[in-house]
């Protein structure tokens, strides 16, 4: 056991040190929005109220890897199969990259391979919430202190 800071821990994601699945990712993302410590705390006092939105990721598969879609993408069903009984299978011939430089509104996790993701937000978060950090586990880009 060690403890990490969400960079940290994206760190050795990175060097394959250790995993994460996707959603846990996503929520390091989100916790790198924070400096510190105790802006964490403030925001999640100043929020506590406001509600939260229960969501499923729904799997797109492309040529050459995933993209989680999450409610809010352009892409993302508007009936999601929640509970898999209808067996709904989302796949496209074109590759990732194709599929992000004809979208606009994002909201999701790609997936290149097992130690590639990337998060790309650029809608408003519902009940004052914060968005993730978009990071790429391909490169370094930010600034939390926590």
């Given at each position: 056991?060690?403890?990490?800071?969400?960079?940290?821990?994206?760190?050795?994601?990175?060097?394959q040190e250790i995993w994460f699945a996707p959603p846990q990712?996503?929520?390091?993302?989100?916790?790198?929005?924070?400096?510190?410590?105790?802006?964490?705390?403030k925001f999640s006092s100043d929020r506590a109220l406001e509600?939260?939105?229960?969501?499923?990721?729904?799997?797109?598969?492309?040529?050459?890897?995933?993209?989680?879609?999450?409610?809010?993408?352009?892409?993302?069903?508007?009936?999601?199969?929640?509970?898999?009984?209808?067996?709904?299978?989302?796949?496209?011939?074109?590759?990732?990259?194709?599929?992000?430089?004809?979208?606009?509104?994002?909201?999701?996790?790609?997936?290149?391979?097992i130690n590639s993701l990337a998060v790309y937000v650029n809608?408003?978060?519902?009940?004052?919430?914060?968005?993730?950090?978009?990071?790429?586990?391909?490169?370094?880009?930010?600034?939390?202190?926590?």
């Open positions: 056991l060690q403890w990490s800071s969400p960079p940290e821990a994206i760190e050795r994601f990175k060097s990712f996503y929520e390091l993302c989100r916790l790198c929005k924070f400096s510190s410590l105790h802006e964490l705390h509600g939260c939105e229960r969501w499923m990721p729904v799997m797109l598969t492309a040529s050459d890897g995933y993209i989680q879609l999450l409610p809010g993408d352009e892409l993302y069903p508007e009936d999601p199969d929640y509970t898999g009984e209808k067996k709904i299978i989302m796949s496209t011939d074109k590759k990732v990259e194709e599929l992000m430089k004809e979208g606009s509104v994002f909201h999701r996790i790609v997936i290149k391979n809608i408003q978060a519902k009940y004052k919430h914060m968005n993730p950090l978009m990071i790429n586990s391909d490169c370094s880009d930010y600034s939390s202190r926590l």
